[in-house]
């Protein structure tokens, strides 16, 4: 069974020898991880003590990233303190894009057109 633990319990954690951080209601000891943080130790401490679901979204983390969190979890928040878990956005498949003339089109004219109006200002001035 996990422990429980309330926002305010989860707060006075923000040292650097007892860092946690909470991420969709779950909480992480990343004090062991502070130097191996891809992102440098200033991020998780910077974040210790509070919730930063919406800050380990927005960087979009990996699914090994993802994975790898789960040997930190040391618990979970109280359900009277839980906060609504916002989903983030899926990513864009790049792969199921399709690509059109036009799509084409909207990218390359600007500087084909800029290049003949290039060429024909060379042409017509020497």
């Known amino acids: 069974m996990a422990k429980i633990f309330t926002r305010q ?4 954690l923000e040292s650097k020898e007892n860092a946690a951080i909470i991420i969709d209601n779950v909480v ?3 004090s062991g991880f502070l130097e191996d943080h891809p ?6 401490l910077n ?3 509070r919730d930063a679901s919406r800050c380990f979204h927005e960087v979009g983390h990996s699914e090994d990233a993802r994975a790898w969190r ?6 979970e928040i109280a359900p009277e303190d839980h906060w609504e878990v916002v989903t983030p956005p899926p990513a864009l ?7 059109t003339w036009s799509g ?3 990218v390359l004219a600007p500087p084909l057109l ?3 109006v290039a060429v024909l200002g060379y042409l017509y001035f020497f």
């Open 70 to 75: 789960e040997r930190f979890r040391i618990g």
């Open 104 to 106: 084409a089109l909207d």
């Open 93 to 99: 498949d790049v792969a199921a894009t399709k690509l």
């Open 114 to 116: 800029f290049a003949a």
């Open 9 to 12: 319990q989860v707060s006075e």
């Open 39 to 44: 992102g440098g130790p200033e991020v998780l």
């Open 28 to 30: 992480y000891d990343v």
């Open 47 to 49: 974040n210790a003590g």
